[in-house]
């Protein structure tokens, strides 16, 4: 299953998603700040939780969006962020996987979101996370934390 929160996305999904030869994903709209769908609680052994962010790991790539980041629209930012992945936890079943990503080099969005996440839900480990820099590896920046729900949860 693949969702996006904005139907006009959805056709640029399924072109991505026929690219890369998945034929077994069902594509819908979906705003992950407000509840999960009834039918998907608790119904996910994995979730990859790709979140809307600054963008600021791809910089170099798009110099217009470092001119347009605001400070006002990190803090709104992070407040989606974490409204989205609280949503999707609910779609976990126990011992589930999320792999929450960013395509931000920026701590807030990444490792501190992850860290306060961990701190609020201690039915939840981080299993691994890795964090891309422009500088050092030769690439967009990106980040990405694989966490764990507890099976007993």
Wanted: charged share 30%; with cysteine; glycine share 4%.
């Amino acid at each position: 299953m693949c969702m996006d929160s904005n139907e006009k996305r959805l056709p640029r999904l399924n072109e991505n998603l026929e690219r890369c030869g998945v034929k077994i994903a069902e594509v819908s709209c979906h705003d992950w700040t407000e509840a999960p769908p009834e039918e998907l609680l608790e119904a996910c052994d994995a979730i990859l939780l790709d979140v809307p962010c600054s963008n600021t790991g791809v910089f170099r790539r798009r110099v217009d969006a470092r001119w347009r980041i605001q400070k006002i629209d990190l803090e709104k930012l992070l407040v989606i962020q974490n409204q989205i992945l609280e949503q999707a936890i609910k779609c976990l079943k126990p011992g589930g996987r999320l792999v929450y990503s960013t395509c931000s080099i920026d701590p807030e969005e990444n490792t501190e979101l992850v860290n306060r996440f961990l701190k609020r839900h201690p039915d939840f480990l981080l299993e691994k996370s890795d964090q891309l820099l422009p500088f050092k590896d030769g690439s967009d920046g990106a980040f990405a934390a694989l966490l764990r729900q507890n099976s007993s949860s």
